[in-house]
């Protein structure tokens, strides 16, 4: 390659690092990428998959390239994972700087947050069944999902509710997926192989 070409070549002065931490403080490294918003893209979308492990925290770093030490450290975000108040599954995921969480799992997608107008005010929500909701703290945030996931629980006899129809049609088309994946023919044969895998 001619010198020129190599000169001409962009340089990279910093790069990002998404991380997730497990539960025995074990630091999974996701990549390292040259743009921010691609880093945190991965993180996300690892996020999704937060139940099949034992994920506590996720973080993205940016670093400075060509600096020694840790002085070309920052970190720009932290995030706590949580069991969702509404799914019960670890993918409640709460951003420890701007307050906010998500639900990251299939066919829930409970969200919380500070009130863009009222900073004593939390709105919380679950898009798949439309229901919005403001409390006045974190924790009447919570006994107010927990109150809509009772109520929920309670009406499933009378009628087909839309996130517990929308979590049944991800499971069903999961392990159809898997039975093509492994050329299994029927339901019964793939049930003892995937007892585990679907929670």
Not at 57 to 67: G, K
Not at 93 to 116: H, K, P, Q, R
Not at 151 to 162: C, L
Request: hydrophobic residues 40%.
């Amino acid at each position: 390659m001619p010198v020129k070409a190599l000169m001409e070549e962009p340089r990279v002065d910093e790069v990002f690092v998404p991380t997730v931490e497990e539960e025995g403080g074990n630091i999974i490294g996701l990549g390292v990428f040259s743009s921010e918003k691609i880093a945190t893209n991965v993180l996300k979308d690892y996020f999704r998959h937060s139940w099949k492990g034992s994920i506590i925290s996720a973080n993205l770093a940016r670093w400075e390239v060509d600096i020694i030490g840790h002085d070309g450290l920052t970190l720009l975000a932290k995030w706590s994972c949580q069991i969702c108040p509404m799914c019960d599954r670890p993918t409640f995921w709460i951003d420890l700087d701007s307050f906010s969480a998500l639900c990251y799992g299939t066919a829930c997608g409970a969200w919380m947050e500070d009130n863009i107008h009222d900073s004593e005010v939390i709105d919380i929500g679950v898009p798949t069944i439309r229901w919005l909701h403001q409390s006045r703290s974190i924790k009447q945030a919570m006994i107010e999902f927990r109150k809509k996931k009772a109520e929920m629980k309670a009406a499933a006899g009378d009628y087909d509710d839309d996130m517990v129809n929308a979590s049944m049609e991800d499971a069903k088309t999961r392990m159809e997926r898997l039975m093509r994946k492994e050329g299994l023919s029927s339901l019964g044969d793939a049930l003892g192989t995937y007892v585990d895998e679907e929670e």
